[in-house]
């Protein structure tokens, strides 16, 4: 059901994504090393193991720390895989802040929402329908964060499920407005 995760990205294809960047402000030329590209290349995971079809960077800098924005959507997707770091230019050392990563075959969300409500009492989830979900990165494999929502006003009910697909499990939940 699900395919292996990997890290498909090199030093030279995120220097070149880098030093391309279209963004607004670019990225600065400190973040833009080898050693920084591979520090970030060991960091970066997609869903299948297969590098992004369009990407983008951005980033900025203070007095000691940076912070760089990678994103990628591959073809088939729901959406785009977004990793934010803190950089440090002065020792190379790279740490992820967050990892949003909506990059989930659009083929695959009907068998996970099948799969979680399965799982779920039934009564948690009536009237809420699918409104997004994100994939964990290793170790965490095989891992989702499913987003329920009534479709309602701001404030109204809203659901996240932790969904163990190979397992199959849900290791945790949380609800509000319900």
Sequence with gaps: MLPEPGRPFDADGLLALMRDSRRPG??????ETRPIAEALA????????????TASAGG???????TLEIGGVAPGTQGEDLYIFSVAPATAAVDVLDAS?????????????T???????????????L???????????????LGYRSGGEEGSCAGDITLYAT???LR???FSGC
Aim: hydrophobic share 40%; aromatic share 6%.
């Design 42 to 53: 060991a960091s970066m995971w997609t869903f299948d193991g297969s590098p992004w079809s």
């Design 167 to 169: 397992i199959p499990e």
């Design 26 to 31: 670019g990225v600065p030329d400190q973040l």
């Design 131 to 145: 409104a997004g979900v994100r994939w964990l990165p290793p170790p965490d494999d095989g891992a989702f964060i």
């Design 60 to 66: 900025s800098c203070g007095p000691e720390l940076c």
């Design 101 to 113: 990563l909506r990059g989930v075959p659009i083929a695959l969300l009907g068998e996970l929402d």
């Design 172 to 174: 945790s939940s949380s």
């Design 115 to 129: 799969l979680t409500r399965g799982l779920s009492d039934a009564a948690e989830l009536e009237g809420l329908i």
